[in-house]
């Protein structure tokens, strides 16, 4: 809404004010990395490991953003500060960085103050997505596997986390096409990676099962399961798996940081277990809300039951700017 703000280059902006040039190298190439973090009951969860995987991901790109660590953190924290009263206190946030190269440089007249890294820090409550997830946070997705494949390590090093994500859009489109279906995509080997925006776990005689780091973004969702599980003497395994593992799955689940995580009701149509959440998920998702005080699927109800009336007070804010 109107009164939100956006650390954008040093300085905080109204969101409606916060610009990036046409010759920004964001557009021109996909060329910048990012982070997606969300709060619960209005804390950060795993600040630290965003944080970290976007300096990672800085790295991999040869970016220097201008900003430490630290500073940046506190920049994070600032933004989140000073969005909160824009909104009521039932609502959790995402909060967005966004580091590009900045400029081209043969667009250098346009910038006589020079050319700069652009980084953005922004925040969202968070209604519009889990409210929207509500009924597959409730029942389930369908989850298949698509024609686009993932692009592997060797080619692009998908622990980078980038906008250089058609083939990720690719993925989401052919899942669409489907029949609303979350699309994971294959590795070159023919093993499972992830979805365009998540990854994936299956479950097998009580153990979890989740691909290898290899050719996959590491999701710092996928982590705090992996540290659950553990902590709940749940066999883990980072492996290869492929479609028939898939089908002889007890459970399988995704994971991402708006909604957590979500079960697959359906693998390529067939019924994985009794298609509801099955006990390996719940006992995970069971000890995940009990450390962050939220409850999954109540919070995706009433951010549903809240959508349209949040959206059509964000339409007349808008409306108001223009
Ligand atoms: C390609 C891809 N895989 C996995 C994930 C899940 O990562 P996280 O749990 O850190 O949100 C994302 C998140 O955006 C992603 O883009």
Not at 26 to 40: K, N, Q, S, V
Not at 151 to 179: C, E, F, V, W
Not at 300 to 306: H, M
């Amino acid at each position: 809404m109107a009164n939100r703000v956006v650390y954008l280059n040093g300085k905080f902006v109204a969101e409606s004010e916060a610009r990036v040039s046409i010759f920004d190298s964001a557009l021109m190439f996909g060329d910048m990395a990012f982070e997606m973090t969300r709060t619960y009951r209005q804390e950060l969860f795993r600040l630290d490991e965003h944080i970290d995987r976007l300096y990672d991901s800085l790295r991999l790109l040869e970016i220097d953003c201008g900003l430490t660590i630290e500073q940046m953190k506190q920049q994070s924290l600032e933004t989140l500060e000073r969005n909160l009263p824009t909104e009521s206190d039932e609502f959790d946030w995402q909060i967005m960085h966004n580091v590009s190269r900045g400029p081209l440089g043969v667009y250098s007249p346009a910038f006589p103050q020079g050319i700069a890294p652009t980084v953005s820090i922004n925040c969202w409550p968070l209604v519009s997505h889990v409210g929207g997830m509500a009924e597959k946070i409730l029942h389930g997705v369908q989850v298949a596997i698509v024609a686009q494949h993932a692009i592997p390590n060797h080619l692009l090093d998908p622990r980078a986390k980038t906008r250089s994500r058609m083939h990720y859009q690719m993925a989401i489109m052919q899942g669409a096409r489907m029949g609303n279906v979350f699309g994971v995509m294959l590795d070159p080997d023919g093993y499972l990676a992830e979805g365009p925006g998540w990854n994936i776990f299956l479950v097998r005689d009580g153990a979890l099962l989740t691909p290898e780091p290899r050719n996959i973004l590491i999701g710092v969702s996928r982590g705090a399961i992996i540290d659950i599980a553990r902590s709940l003497d749940i066999e883990v395994h980072e492996c290869n798996l492929g479609r028939l593992e898939a089908l002889q799955a007890d459970e399988i689940f995704c994971t991402s940081t708006p909604f957590g995580a979500v079960h697959a009701s359906h693998f390529e149509g067939q019924q994985v277990g009794d298609g509801s959440a099955g006990p390996v998920y719940r006992r995970l998702i069971e000890a995940w809300q009990e450390m962050v005080g939220v409850d999954f699927a109540a919070e995706a109800q009433s951010y549903a039951a809240q959508l349209p009336g949040w959206l059509e007070k964000e339409s007349q804010a808008s409306a108001a700017l223009t």
